[in-house]
């Protein structure tokens, strides 16, 4: 009843297997990759004609993590899964960027790629397993894909690359000074296709290693894939790429003139209006036949990117004239928002963002429930990108694939100057209002983001800038590495290349490639030009920071106390009722963790130090020789007891009331009288021993020797 096909390989410490003809088998191509006990399915449909008139690929990728895979039951009122995850949305992104540019040419059919997580062991993340499932899905499909691609995931580890470290080794690489280094590569037997990375100030020189160590790793999962293909891929799709040769000939005879000069054009939203009437000038001349000619938008796109990779490579001339090498002006500013903790805007010649910080308490961390365990997060970073930052209208709805993506890009960045938690124990949100784009507008997110946290008073350990590179590779080898790109050089070049760092380091390295991979030699080039743009970049950042630096009054004060373990539940109390006495009385937010670290946050100092003297009450132990001030709260013959610290009772006998003989300690004393008694120390049985005759009773202050035997004579 099945065919069905096996391979496996030893890849690293685990057994990969990829697995075909048992399930989905009216999808195209279906095959099951597990890595340990992760296993992701992916499926791989195709329509077998384009829609009429479409100029486009309409290529869409899912990737979707089943509860049931770690034997867990879905939160929420509907108890199944709902809207995509953070995560799996990056994920499908991840999938789409390496293989979207290795379907042939012209090739405009509906393709849908579908990535299941069907078990995960809670170790290798699926992510990666998905990356691969959907290569070989592609690959026995019949698709006209030029793959396969393979991926993988790199740590840094003491100097040395480790091959796909666990899901607890990445978990948390803030917060471990072990691990330096979060990197996923993918790409062909030939050439990287994509890299998307989380690091902590790493060298150029230890990146490309990390980019190099992963492409030979990768190797072997490609020779699996290619094998599983000898047995069991589907007869190529017959497909034909259209030849419009004629048409583009047409197309450039009309309107190269005209594109060439509009084009020339430095401002965007002149050139956007001189480039949409040198296409229009191009449809005027052109018959009603050739109107209708679905490649007439390839064509026209061809003739934009011949005009502007030309002059770009053989001339060295960009569309706003500046050197390959050269950042567009910038303008760095802080303090704009009177009311928020912090802001900043950061404006790199078209291109804007305003980046607002707002600092919270533990209540506003970000609760993630996550496949591999729940976690909470007190960094965010939300980046919004609206019509009108780019003059257009359009629908403006809940953030989609790009807002996420970027948005976590520049999170990547940042988090790694951030402070740890014990020192600034605050909830950091970062919301990117992307006002202007003109290219980059996640590196504007980046270097505003840093500028705005620094407003806001946050001890970043260093500022972080980023720059996004480009490249134009033609046929001969030729080409040009050009730095801050601009959108249309983004649009019509053959690479996005994004590095976000220090002066020290790499923090942040994004790549996707549109041509068939890049050399070693052109991603050196790439990186070392990058961190000259960095830095050209962190030194105009540096004159907007004097100044920079005091803590908003609007922003809540928060302090931190470490408590032993077991005094947690004395402070939390029976069903709460002792936390929530510290609350009412004190007027500060209080949290408790599970090793003990207690969060006091309030914008009145004094809420915060009522509440600290409350919790150390409970938690702390009265120390053998100090003076503490208590009351009266029992007056019995033979002495006074005296509640001193916290709960805690003491006797003053009445021979250590006063330096005299008493007939009752009721004689000075009465219940509810506050007095000054030095803790003398513990007795056989444990109990406290105290004296008031030692403490001076006005000042509270230990009485000397003379005072004592002054007040012994009078």
Request: glycine letters at 10%.
């Amino acid at each position: 009843m099945f065919n069905t096909v096996r391979k496996s390989i030893q890849w690293g410490d685990e057994t990969l297997t990829l697995e075909t003809g048992k399930v989905a088998r009216q999808a195209d191509g279906s095959v099951i990759a597990t890595l340990g006990e992760t296993s992701v399915m992916a499926n791989v449909t195709f329509a077998k004609q384009p829609k009429p008139g479409q100029d486009f690929f309409p290529l869409t990728v899912h990737y979707q993590e089943k509860y049931y895979a770690a034997g867990k039951i879905p939160g929420g009122f509907f108890k199944r899964e709902a809207r995509p995850t953070e995560k799996e949305t990056l994920t499908a992104r991840l999938i789409d960027r390496p293989i979207r540019p290795l379907f042939v040419e012209g090739f405009k059919h509906e393709v849908l790629v579908m990535c299941t997580v069907l078990s995960h062991d809670l170790e290798n993340d699926p992510d990666v397993v998905a990356m691969i499932a959907a290569s070989a899905a592609l690959t026995i499909s019949g698709v006209p894909f030029m793959g396969p691609i393979a991926g993988c995931r790199v740590g840094f580890v003491d100097g040395e690359y480790v091959l796909n470290p666990t899901v607890d080794d990445m978990q948390g690489l803030r917060n471990d000074p072990e691990q330096r280094l979060d990197l996923v590569v993918a790409g062909t037997a030939d050439a990287v296709m994509m890299v998307e990375s989380e690091a902590y100030e790493l060298t150029e020189a230890e990146m490309l290693g990390a980019v190099t160590f992963a492409h030979e790793q990768i190797q072997p999962v490609i020779g699996a894939i290619i094998d599983l293909a000898e047995d069991a891929a589907k007869e190529p799709f017959d497909f034909q790429a259209p030849d419009y040769s004629e048409l583009l000939g047409v197309v450039k005879g009309l309107g190269e003139d005209a594109m060439r000069a509009a084009y020339a054009i430095t401002d965007k939203q002149e050139r956007v209006a001189a480039v949409s009437a040198a296409k229009e000038k191009i449809k005027e001349g052109l018959s009603e036949e050739q109107l209708e000619d679905p490649n007439l938008g390839t064509a026209l796109k061809k003739l934009e990117s011949s005009v502007l990779r030309g002059d770009v490579v053989k001339n060295g001339r960009r569309i706003d004239g500046r050197a390959l090498d050269q950042v567009r002006p910038i303008v760095c500013e802080t303090g704009l928002l009177p009311r928020t903790h912090g802001s900043a805007l950061f404006t790199r010649g078209e291109t804007q963002g305003l980046v607002v910080t707002t600092l919270g308490t533990g209540d506003d961390e970000q609760f993630i429930d996550a496949l591999h365990g729940n976690f909470k997060s007190n960094f965010l970073l939300h980046y919004n990108f609206p019509p009108y930052s780019v003059g257009e209208v359009g629908r403006v709805g809940s953030p989609g694939r790009r807002e996420i993506g970027h948005g976590k890009l520049a999170w990547r960045a940042l988090q790694a100057v951030l402070p740890a938690a014990t020192d600034f124990p605050y909830t950091i949100r970062l919301v990117s209002e992307i006002t202007e784009s003109n290219g980059s507008s996640s590196m504007a997110s980046v270097c505003g983001g840093s500028l705005s946290m620094m407003d806001a008073g946050v001890p970043l350990k260093a500022a972080v800038a980023g720059v996004a590179m480009g490249l134009v590779l033609e046929d001969d080898g030729s080409y040009a590495v050009l730095t801050d790109i601009l959108g249309d050089e983004d649009h019509l070049g053959d690479m996005d290349f994004k590095v976000a760092g220090t002066e020290n380091g790499i923090t942040s390295l994004q790549m996707d490639i549109k041509v068939a991979g890049i050399t070693p030699a052109i991603m050196e080039k790439a990186l070392a030009q990058a961190k000259e743009g960095r830095m050209h970049i962190l030194g105009e950042m540096n004159k907007a920071l004097s100044g920079v630096g005091e803590f908003s009054v609007h922003a809540p004060r928060i302090e931190t106390m470490q408590i032993p373990t077991d005094k947690i539940r004395e402070v939390i109390g029976s069903g709460g009722k002792v936390i929530r006495e510290i609350v009412e009385t004190s007027g500060a937010k209080v949290d408790v963790n599970d090793d003990g670290v207690i969060k006091i946050a309030s914008s009145d100092g004094e809420a915060i130090q009522r509440a600290y003297d409350m919790i150390y009450s409970i938690v702390a132990e009265p120390e053998e020789g100090k003076v503490y001030k208590g009351k009266v709260v029992k007056i019995v013959d033979f002495g006074a007891f005296v509640n001193f610290f916290g709960k805690r009772d003491g006797l003053v006998h009445v021979s250590q009331i006063e330096n005299r003989r008493l007939n009752h300690p009721s004689d000075v004393l009465k219940e509810g009288q506050e007095v000054w008694v030095k803790l003398l120390g513990f007795d056989d049985r444990g109990k406290v021993r105290l004296s008031m005759k030692v403490v001076d009773q006005a000042t509270g202050e230990e009485a000397t020797a003379e005072k004592a035997e002054e007040s012994a004579a009078e």
